[in-house]
């Protein structure tokens, strides 16, 4: 059952996440976002996984996990060994439903520089225990993301370096051509089980060089042709 009736409502709602569009006025509504595992080959080689080559696999994030570029966030509860992980993030604008990959960027808005934060201890000791990667990977402020630029203004996909600095020290690089699952081919796998509706995100994996920061660190991430992205590491919240 669902109602656009307010005074229905038991509590006030949450306002819907936006993330706004480059050099415009119009915001982007965030309706879910989805997360593909592994889907550079050095990054799941230094996660101690072989890279599973028959289908992409995916987690998600809660819409709320959106943190603006240039945001200071708290250390998060319950963890020892905060990650980084950079990542390209496509921004879906149209409809989609067993879309074949050669029509899958039609249904693209456009694209975004992304950071997807993770409680890698929690994530490592689910996985260990054969559990879903909830603890480790859907909490709040965990989706970092810059400005969208409207598809037309990107280009082809593909020659752009993806890189990550801590405290000015270069710790990921990679290029977009290095996905081993291409955005077209993520777009038509999604969409063979999920309705894809505009406002979905999707954060499309991040290369080798994961690592830990701390309270006082500064992520810095670029991507040629998207806006650079910045997250400051506070002290964590007091208990």
């Not at 480790?136 to 810059?146: H, L, P, R, Y």
């Not at 994996?205 to 997250?231: K, M």
């Amino acid at each position: 059952m669902t109602t656009n009736a307010a005074d229905d409502l038991l509590f006030a709602v949450a306002p819907v996440p936006t993330v706004s569009i480059l050099n415009e006025s119009g915001l982007f509504p965030v309706n879910r976002i989805f997360c593909v595992g592994r889907n550079y080959a050095d990054h799941a080689k230094e996660m101690g996984v072989e890279v599973d080559r028959e289908a992409p696999f995916y987690f998600l994030k809660a819409s709320s996990a959106i943190v603006h570029s240039g945001s200071a966030i708290a250390y998060p509860p319950g963890t020892s060994n905060y990650h980084y992980e950079m990542e390209f993030v496509v921004a879906i604008g149209a409809p989609a439903w067993h879309v074949p990959a050669a029509r899958a960027l039609d249904v693209v808005y456009g694209y975004a520089s992304g950071l997807d934060m993770t409680r890698r201890d929690l994530q490592l000791d689910a996985r260990a225990k054969g559990r879903p990667w909830d603890l480790g990977k859907n909490f709040e402020q965990s989706a970092v993301i810059t400005p969208i630029v409207p598809k037309a203004k990107f280009g082809t996909i593909g020659p752009q370096r993806i890189s990550l600095a801590v405290d000015g020290v270069e710790k990921q690089s990679a290029r977009l051509s290095d996905l081993i699952w291409s955005v077209e081919e993520l777009i038509s796998h999604l969409s063979r089980y999920y309705h894809l509706l505009p406002g979905d995100l999707i954060y499309t994996g991040t290369p080798a060089g994961v690592g830990p920061v701390v309270p006082g660190n500064l992520i810095t991430g670029q991507i040629d042709g998207l806006p650079s992205i910045s997250l400051s590491i506070a002290p964590a919240h007091a208990a």
